[in-house]
């Protein structure tokens, strides 16, 4: 039988341990992927902690991770264009990609350009970047407010936005203030008073936020109404009438194969990351929480 990290339950990181599991066939339409890679997101983190159980109650013995890279091992029945042996980056809408082995309806091929770790980073930013644009309809001459551009989600909407004529406004912290230069946005510094130096650089048509750390009142004040502001992850996003997207399907179909080209190309930029074998997702977990690491950490199998 091959091994996962299992989540026993709900509470610290202690709770994920490494263990035998079946190895699942795939179904209509989905792949089975031999793991080289996952990548660990702040929903996995939260799911784990269980501050999510009520929106998304998870089964037992649940196995997490949203984005994985790998071989294909298996095909399943109506898949075409696809063999076994292909190298592949997927987006794992029900979770398990911290495992040996995961079952993927959404995948794309791995361009021999792009890393295993790359192609494991990659899914769950470019489909919340790109569906979050999609969703605000931001136009070339418009300007976009960018909460988190710092962030993974963050970087890749700055760069696809700024290719697209669009001025982005990207509120970060200090040591994120040179990248977002360099990403084409103009940066300004996160925390109060942030409306105040927002609104020296003049209008905001749109605001974009991927942190989800109370910014919404400044958000829908500077964009003149909740109509155009988008936020990834902040629950109070109902009490200001602001539209909370949630990863789905039809959200962004296409960001993966869309994304992946640019990366293959060397046309976007990864938030910087480290790596740690997935045996010691516990230890990553905690690493994450404790607030002391500013990279992803991305998990692998050798």
Do not use: C
Request: proline fraction near 6%; hydrophobic fraction near 45%; aromatic fraction near 4%.
């Amino acid at each position: 039988m091959p091994n996962a990290v299992v989540m026993t339950g709900y509470g610290p990181p202690e709770v994920l341990k490494w263990a035998q599991v079946p190895l699942t066939e795939p179904g209509q339409g989905q792949i089975r992927i031999k793991v080289k890679a996952a990548g660990i997101s702040p929903t996995d983190l939260a799911l784990r902690a269980g501050y999510l159980k009520d929106a998304i109650p998870l089964p037992p013995n649940a196995v997490l991770g949203y984005e994985a890279a790998g071989a294909v091992d298996a095909v399943g029945s109506g898949v075409t264009g696809t063999s076994i042996g292909d190298a592949v980056s997927a987006l794992l809408f029900s979770i398990g990609g911290y495992a040996e082995y995961a079952i993927a309806s959404i995948w794309t091929r791995k361009p021999d350009t792009v890393s295993w770790i790359d192609a494991a980073a990659l899914p769950t930013s470019a489909e919340a970047a790109i569906g979050v644009l999609r969703q605000l309809d931001v136009k070339s001459g418009e300007t976009l407010l960018l909460f988190g551009g710092g962030g993974s989600v963050g970087i890749i909407a700055t760069q696809l936005a700024v290719a697209q004529g669009i001025k982005v406004i990207s509120a970060v912290g200090e040591h994120d203030e040179a990248l977002a230069r360099e990403l084409g946005a103009t940066p300004v510094r996160y925390g109060a008073g942030v409306a105040d130096r927002v609104r020296a650089l003049g209008a905001v048509d749109a605001v974009f936020d991927a942190a989800g750390q109370g910014v919404l009142a400044d958000a829908t004040a500077l964009a003149g109404g909740p109509g155009r502001v988008i936020t990834l992850s902040d629950p109070a996003a109902a009490d200001f009438g602001v539209t909370l997207s949630q990863p789905t399907p039809d959200r962004a179909p296409g960001a993966l194969d869309e994304t992946i080209a640019l990366l293959a190309d060397g046309r976007l930029r990864l938030r910087a990351h480290q790596t740690t074998p997935m045996q010691q997702a516990a230890e990553a977990h905690r690493q994450l929480e404790s607030g002391n690491v500013h990279e992803r950490i991305i998990l692998t199998l050798s």
